[in-house]
């Protein structure tokens, strides 16, 4: 089965902090050297991105997704209903990856601009590329995975610090989508 991704991001967030150590940062070729790759990994990224966006667009499977959003955490609602298709679900999902992945530069370039940490492109190099290909859309569009099991739509949240605070996860069960149609919670279809 192999290990976890957080364990193994711990493994080479902590191998790479020793690393980083032994790097002259001075040097200035070597700072242009791991600002290149830095650079290098996110074009990548952002190809990985690309491509899996431009394979959902290109199978466009219309089949019907139902599923109960969760309320949001504090809220009295419930949640809420929603109707959708696989192709505008997945659509969804690589925007808000994409989305992600430049929040991620945009506080990089602030930590490393003005800030002045020279540590966290070595690391900000490979966490997010491994990330790219561990994600659930990588392993259906890229690897070609079936989609069942974890891979099942709606994703399941990736247990995180906060995912506590977003009220759990998306039901999709027959049970729970019955409910929401007949208590009339939202139901309006996404395009």
Same mark, same amino acid.
């Given at each position: 089965m /192999? #290990?976890?991704p957080q364990i193994t991001n711990l493994v080479i967030i902590l191998g790479m902090m020793q690393v980083a150590k032994k790097i002259p940062f001075e040097d200035p070729n070597v700072l242009n050297l791991c600002r290149a #790759?830095?650079?290098l990994s996110n074009v990548v990224i952002l190809a990985i991105h690309l491509y899996i966006m431009n394979t959902i667009n290109r199978k466009k499977d219309l089949t019907t997704l139902k599923y109960v959003e969760p309320a949001?955490? /504090?809220s009295t609602e419930e949640g809420k209903l929603v109707t959708t298709t696989i192709h505008a679900y997945d659509l969804a999902q %690589?925007?808000?990856l994409l989305r992600s992945q430049m929040m991620g530069v945009f506080m990089m370039g602030v930590m490393h601009l003005y800030f002045k940490y020279t540590n966290p492109l070595l690391i900000q190099s490979i966490i997010p590329l491994k990330g790219a290909f561990e994600s659930n859309l990588a392993k259906i569009h890229i690897f070609g995975?079936?989609?069942s099991g974890d891979l099942k739509r709606p994703f399941k949240q *990736? *247990? /995180?610090f906060m995912s506590g605070l977003q009220g759990g996860a998306a039901q999709s069960d027959k049970? *729970?989508?019955e %409910? %929401?149609?007949r208590a009339g919670r939202g139901g309006a279809k996404e395009e």
């Open positions: /192999g #290990l976890s #790759l830095y650079a949001p955490m /504090g %690589a925007k808000q995975q079936p989609a *990736a *247990a /995180g049970k *729970a989508v %409910a %929401a149609e």
